[in-house]
């Protein structure tokens, strides 16, 4: 777990943040550790300045490459999801991105492993990692289909992107009683769904939340 020092950054649109966590409660997120970090994290650094004025409205923004930012209510609603699951210490991020849920899960779990296919992406989000000094995140420029079988076994997996189906490999890849939630699905209909391991057993618990829109799981790297 990492506490964030961000002193330096400032509490940059105070108000608007506020408004954001609001929103969010009102949605139905209730888990007060993530509405506190997502409250003291600056998403305004993870996008392009241009951009940076729309930070915190519940929007999901670009991020270059066709990829995107997800809205904060669907950070917050598979960052509490993953943490009903009791403490966790290894979680799994598919799709590094922006480094957004990658510093908002560092500050709630021991370890962060986060997989991105798409190099320049990755670069920037490793500044970023670096710039806030989070030690425990932890990444790779690879195929996320593949989990990151070293670093196995994960008490947590999430997949930022959507593959049409689950990959068996981050199944194989979860910790007993461990969780996976992952948008499945094509670019016309995506449901979030949450697996959990049956203890140490290969049986599997699979929950439909609600539907979502992401961008698709793709394979292979990209420099
Ligand atoms: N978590 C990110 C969301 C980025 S959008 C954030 O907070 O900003 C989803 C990301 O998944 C994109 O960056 C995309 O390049 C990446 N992605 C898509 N398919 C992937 C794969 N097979 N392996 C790893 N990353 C993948």
Redesign the pocket.
């Known amino acids: 777990m990492n506490s964030m020092d961000f002193a330096g950054i400032g509490m940059t649109s105070q108000r608007t943040r506020e408004r954001l966590i609001k929103r969010l409660k009102e949605q139905g997120i209730s888990n007060q550790k993530v509405l506190d970090v997502i409250r003291l994290t600056p998403r305004h650094l993870?996008i392009d300045e241009a951009l940076a004025h729309r930070a915190y409205e519940d929007t999901a923004l670009p991020?270059g490459?066709s990829?995107?930012?997800?809205q904060p209510y669907i950070?917050a609603r598979m960052t509490e999801i993953l943490l009903s699951a009791g403490p966790l210490r290894r979680v799994l991020?598919?799709?590094?991105?922006?480094?957004?849920?990658?510093t908002i899960l560092s500050q709630l779990v021991d370890t962060v492993f986060s997989?991105?296919?798409?190099e320049p992406?990755l670069k920037k989000a490793q500044e970023r990692f670096q710039t806030f000094g989070l030690n425990n995140i932890y990444t790779s420029l690879?195929?996320?289909?593949f989990g990151w079988n070293n670093n196995a076994p994960f008490d947590g997996i999430i997949s930022?992107?959507a593959p049409q189906a689950i990959p068996e490999q981050l199944l194989r890849q979860l910790a007993p009683n461990g969780i996976l939630v992952i948008p499945v699905g094509n670019g016309v209909s995506q449901s979030l769904s949450v697996i959990k391991r049956v203890g140490h057993s290969n049986e599997y618990d699979e929950d439909i939340v609600e539907k979502v829109k992401?961008?698709?799981?793709?394979?292979g790297v990209s420099h």
């Open positions: 993870f991020i490459f990829q995107t930012l997800s950070v991020e598919i799709g590094t991105g922006s480094g957004y849920q990658s997989v991105e296919r798409i992406l690879s195929d996320g289909s930022t992107a992401f961008v698709p799981l793709l394979t």
